[in-house]
């Protein structure tokens, strides 16, 4: 059962030799990626992790959990962020990446401290997005005055 529900997060190409994600499964990494980026894991981040990916992808319990393992297990695999920022460019506009974008800072603030590495992720983030500076300075002004 679980496997059938993380297939459904994931997808292969034809020859099966690439695997490529679903939005999903691409920004619960990213987020994770943000949570790891201090190597000081927080229950609060963890906690604003849950609950930025039930909010964006109203999901249902289960799916929620196996989407959050997956993303972390995803995460910690990956070699860049690359494959999960490409698939955001095909399939989101602008409006929703500014979304992911948001949703990226909660977490880095989520433990009321900013690392400069969480920054900095964020930062590599926004530019394989092809966010602007100045929205990416937007963004975490929006987050740190709310």
Request: negative net charge.
């Amino acid at each position: 059962m679980l496997k059938s529900v993380v297939e459904l997060f994931k997808r292969s190409n034809d020859e099966g030799q690439n695997q490529t994600f679903s939005v999903e499964l691409a920004t619960a990494a990213l987020l994770s990626e943000v949570i790891r980026a201090d190597n000081n894991t927080d229950e609060r981040e963890k906690q604003a992790y849950r609950e930025i990916v039930q909010r964006q992808f109203s999901l249902d319990q289960s799916t929620l959990e196996s989407l959050l393992s997956e993303g972390e297990q995803t995460a910690e695999e990956a070699v860049d962020l690359v494959q999960f920022t490409q698939v955001i460019n095909e399939s989101c506009d602008n409006d929703k990446k500014k979304v992911i974008l948001t949703s990226l800072w909660e977490i880095a603030y989520a433990d009321n401290s900013l690392a400069p590495m969480e920054e900095h992720t964020i930062r590599r983030i926004a530019d394989l997005l092809y966010i602007p500076h100045s929205q990416f300075i937007k963004t975490k002004l929006s987050v740190t005055d709310s």
